[in-house]
Structure formats: C-alpha cells, structure tokens
C-alpha cells in the first residue's frame, strides 16, 4: 500500500513540475514574441533607405526596414516555394531574382502567393517586367521551415524556366542562377506592379496565444494538485 502511495505521489509530482515547465516555456515565447514585435516596430519606424546604402551593414540588423531598390529582374528565371497556403489554398510564392544596378550582386524579390494548378509539373508564375526599375518594399525572411524531409533540398526544374524548391537555400540557388544572391529577401511592396497576392504577415502578433497556452498548462497543474489532496486525503480516511 505505501509503494502505490510513494509512486502516486513521484507521478503527481513529475506531471506538476512537467505541466509547469511546460506554461514557464510558453511564457517565454510569449516573450520572445514581444521582443519580435518591438523590434518589427522600431525598424518600420526607420525611414526609407535606398538598399544599396545598406548592403554593408550586418544582416541581423536589416530585417523589416523598408528600402528602396534600383535594378532589372532576371530574365526567364523564377523560384517558386512549394507548400505555402494562404487562407486554406495550396499554393506558391514567387521569388525572382533582381540584379542590383549599384552592385554585382542579386536579390531575391518575394512577388506574393499564387494557387497551385491541377497539374504539379506546370506552375502559373509569370515573368515580370526586365526592364530597370526602382521598387519598394520591406526586407524580410523566406518562412519558416518545419521538418526537412529527404530531398528538401531537391531544386526541381520545371518547363518554362521555373525552378520549384521546399526552402530557399541562397547558395545553392545562386550557383543554379548564376549569381551571388543577398542572404535575405524582399517583400515587395502591395502597390508595386509585377506581383499576386502580397498580404505580409508581421512578426510577433502572436504573443496572446502562447500566454493562452501557458494559463492552460498551469490550470492542469492546479487541477492536479488539487485531485491529488482530495485522493489523499479520503486515503487517510
């Protein structure tokens, strides 16, 4: 009878400490999500640089600064990331690379989503205007990518000049293109043309939700607890 009781109480105990680890964890990404979100809100606050004035400064401090970019795009040549949804739908998005006019390099200019067809071996991803142009838009990230299956790393060429990947991997789609590709991308501007659907979602506006969760693992500690006193004690009884 008392080894039931001990390994009763180390199981209550164990799932306490492990229900509260578990709300402390998401407290803090509810914090961390904070923080993403300041920092989102001071780089917007910056005002508009050309992106050449900002090509030597470290990568870590360029994210979300909106920028203006002088150069042509590619021709005949345009990224495609697999498995991007947007509000349900299967989908694209569409990167093309853009030759800077002030330097010998490339970046890859985020278009917006498009719906995947029927077919897999055919994606709508029209080619935009080569001509040289100035553009808008903020500089940001590829989305996150979850688990990396086998072959993620696949580039798959597909008719037309399109080249469908799992994750953007700038080297190694420099290397395919032919060129040296900044290591971020850029979010092209709602207003600018040459672009599908541009609804940019911006970073830590989540917070509440992690807080949601850590209140509900810490709520299965209380109750826990509380069950246990109660079994307890009609033990004792």
């Known amino acids: 009878m008392r080894s039931t009781i001990w390994i009763g109480t180390l199981l209550a105990v164990a799932l306490v400490a492990l229900f509260v680890r578990l709300g402390l ?14 920092y989102f809100q001071r780089q917007r606050e910056a005002p508009v640089a050309p992106l050449h004035d900002l090509l030597d400064q ?22 495609v990331l697999d498995n991007q949804s947007y509000r349900g739908r ?13 330097a010998p390099r490339a970046v890859l200019v985020n278009r917006g989503w498009v719906p995947a067809g029927e ?17 808008r838009a903020l500089i ?9 299956l086998k072959g993620a790393d696949h580039i798959e060429r597909l008719p037309g000049g399109v080249l469908r990947v799992q994750k953007i991997d700038y080297a ?15 979010l092209l501007d709602p207003r600018e043309a040459d672009g599908f659907v541009r609804d940019w979602v911006s970073p830590g506006g989540d917070a509440s939700r992690h807080e949601s969760y850590a ?12 069950i246990y006193a109660v079994l307890v004690r009609r033990g004792r009884r």
Do not use: C, H
């Open 25 to 38: 964890w998401q407290l803090d990404r509810a914090e961390q999500k904070r923080a993403e979100r300041a």
């Open 58 to 79: 470290p990568v870590g401090r360029l994210a979300w600064r909106s920028v203006t970019v002088t150069g042509a795009y590619v021709a005949g040549v345009a990224v």
């Open 90 to 102: 299967a989908g694209y998005l569409v990167y093309s690379p853009l030759r800077l006019q002030a």
């Open 119 to 135: 077919r897999r071996d055919t994606v709508a991803a029209d080619f935009a205007s080569e001509s040289l142009q100035t553009l």
């Open 140 to 148: 940001g990230e590829p989305p996150a990518q979850g688990v990396q």
């Open 172 to 186: 190694r789609l420099g290397e395919v293109i032919g060129l040296s590709l900044e290591p971020y991308v850029l």
């Open 215 to 226: 209140f509900q693992w810490f709520a299965m500690a209380t109750a826990l607890i509380v």
